[in-house]
């Protein structure tokens, strides 16, 4: 299927200094998504795109030279919506991408709505139509039909374009630094999951006393081995709910686990040995004491000052044409409203970070502490007074 190597790829790469990639997967019922198809985007020289499909389902290839351009700084990795294609890339090839511009997060940079689709970004961008009409397949079927592969392809042919349009947009709006600076957070994504991150985000977790969350805990490796051994989601393993509940009682038989909702027989039958087994050895472990501040609790008084500042932030955010979500999200007002309330140091959140405290962090502070004031000005848009204002 490739016409050029995984070697000669990144040689063309490191000549153009760019690529742009994206990936095929399936996810359902899976433990983790499966990779199955990685489509490859190099500049042509003449403005277009040479596109190459690697077909990890049934190809023989070596990774390494790929893996290597992927990691190198010196060279752009285009991608669109880049969070899954990153996460997967870097599991299956074992390497960071360290490079990534985001077409999607360019947009909304560049003053068009967040989370914008590739379809409708090719149409403000380029004019250009997509077919779409192999969008939900399945990917893991060999062999790939050719309306499969035409699909794939279609899904770079532009992206080096489409890359370029914005990169000019945001030289001229004086944004492209903002946009790489939050690209640059996906050299951290990675999909392999933490047991420790899977516990702590355990519902209702923190209420279990220190030998039940080390019960808890061990459950949780349990499960996750099992998921991993049989290719499964881990909820169709053991749910959230059921596992603390087990851990919160901790049955030391199938006929005390039976009395636990939440565990269907067919679960019982081929699991509540494991279970209890895994509920024996958490009760030899170490207790698991809770760790940390408990953070302050919402107060329900809140909801106007959130209203409030997020009022703020959408009047800067149109004015400065950048998308809403770029700049905050309520949970992001709670923590921030939540600090002053109680005199507590400003929160570590991105409102109040890098560019964004500069659009309106500064100024959402100064909201939250009776210096600015927003009224209904003329032409009934809201104005905002006080300070700098």
């Not at 749910?239 to 009682?249: C, P, S, T, W, Y």
């Not at 501040?293 to 959130?306: G, M, R």
Request: hydrophobic share 40%; net charge negative; glycine share 8%.
């Amino acid at each position: 299927m490739p016409s050029r190597s995984p070697a000669e790829i990144a040689e063309r790469a490191r000549e153009t200094g760019r690529l742009g990639i994206d990936t095929e997967f399936m996810g359902e019922g899976r433990y983790q998504p499966l990779l199955c198809l990685i489509q490859i985007a190099l500049d042509d020289g003449e403005g277009g795109a040479e596109v190459i499909v690697l077909d990890p389902l049934t190809e023989e290839y070596d990774p390494a030279p790929l893996a290597e351009v992927l990691a190198d700084p010196a060279i752009e990795i285009v991608l669109h919506a880049a969070r899954q294609d990153v996460a997967l890339l870097r599991r299956d090839w074992g390497q960071q991408i360290t490079n990534v511009f985001d077409t999607q997060v360019a947009a909304g940079f560049a003053g068009m709505r967040a989370q914008l689709g590739y379809e409708p970004l090719l149409k403000e961008t380029l004019g250009v139509r997509l077919r779409k009409s192999a969008s939900f397949t399945r990917w893991d079927d060999r062999p790939l039909t050719e309306e499969q592969l035409g699909y794939a392809r279609e899904d770079v042919l532009h992206l080096l374009q489409v890359a370029s349009a914005l990169q000019g947009r945001l030289t001229e709006l004086g944004r492209l630094d903002w946009a790489r600076e939050e690209c640059a957070a996906f050299t951290a994504i990675d999909d392999r999951r933490d047991l420790e991150v899977v516990f702590g985000k355990l519902p209702r977790v923190n209420s279990l006393d220190p030998s039940q969350r080390a019960v808890a805990r061990e459950l949780v490796a349990w499960r996750e081995e099992s998921a991993r051994g049989a290719d499964r989601p881990v909820s169709s393993i053991l749910h959230d709910a059921a596992l603390v509940e087990i851990a919160k009682r901790r049955p030391q038989n199938v006929d005390r686990l039976r009395q636990i909702r939440g565990l269907n027989e067919a679960t019982l039958h081929r699991r509540g040995k494991q279970i209890v087994e895994a509920v024996v050895r958490g009760r030899e472990q170490p207790p698991i004491p809770v760790e940390g501040v408990k953070p302050t609790q919402p107060d329900a008084e809140d909801a106007p000052l959130i209203a409030l500042g997020e009022a703020l932030v959408r009047t800067r955010a149109m004015e400065s044409e950048l998308a809403y979500e770029l700049i905050a999200a309520r949970a992001d007002l709670q923590k921030i409203v939540t600090a002053v309330r109680n005199g507590e140091p400003e929160p570590s959140v991105r409102t109040l970070e890098g560019w964004r405290r500069e659009v309106v962090g500064d100024e959402l502070l100064e909201l939250l502490a009776g210096k600015r004031t927003l009224h209904v000005g003329p032409g009934h848009r809201l104005q905002i007074d006080g300070a700098d204002a």
